[in-house]
């Protein structure tokens, strides 16, 4: 009786490692020639857990498109949205509070954790995060001052001294909307900060950025 030869398999856990690292280089030379956007190579950072510069072509690329702020005397001013039909806008933007886990432990109400000196610091960032984005307009003066349909400030402890902040904005309207979303979370993470401040000398503030905006046509 004919033996069939035995094909030896490699463990799966092997199979794994050799896709991961083929995805990971066809990623960076995809990136390299200029495939994948800026954001792309953020987005992928942010996956790893690092830090993600940005390549030196984003940069020193020259400006298609003239600065909507400024007149043809190079002088700020208002934009004119009056033409535009109304849309269906969300932005989404986050930022990063840093404290030492002590503080975080009281912020969060972990069990155990003394309550801070301010009181409840989520619920009074929260608020002040909603009011930033009804104020924008008030705040940065070339921004018009928008209606808001809905604003939501959320908070996710990433890791023992780090909270995540996003805040979530969306309106139908003609401009808009992600410097709603954008002073959300700044002045979320500015409001933590004044909170714990008292109890905490090594805060820190970090990578607020946009990261989603969407429009959609009404209707």
Known sequence: M?????????PAWFSKICVICVICVICVICVICGYF??????????????SAPMPASHYNRPMTK??????????????????????????????EFVAAKETLDRVMGEAGADPLPKGEALAVARIAGITAAKKTG?????????????????FERVADDRLRITATASITAKTGIEMEALTAVSLACLTL?????????????????LIEKRKEPVG
């Not at 900060?193 to 950025?209: C, F, P, Q, S, V």
């Open 193 to 209: 900060y004044d909170m714990t401040k008292a109890i905490d000398k090594n805060l820190r503030i970090e990578g607020i950025h």
């Open 138 to 154: 008030d705040l940065i003066p070339l921004c018009h001052p928008l209606p808001l349909d809905h604003a939501q400030i959320d």
């Open 66 to 95: 003239k600065l909507s702020h400024l007149d043809e005397q190079g002088r700020a001013r208002m934009v004119d949205v009056g033409s535009k039909p109304p849309m269906r806008r969300t932005a989404i933007a986050t930022g």
């Open 37 to 50: 956007s800026p954001r792309f190579l953020r987005v992928l950072c942010d996956l790893c857990g690092e």
């Open 2 to 10: 004919t033996q069939i030869p035995q094909i030896r398999m490699f």
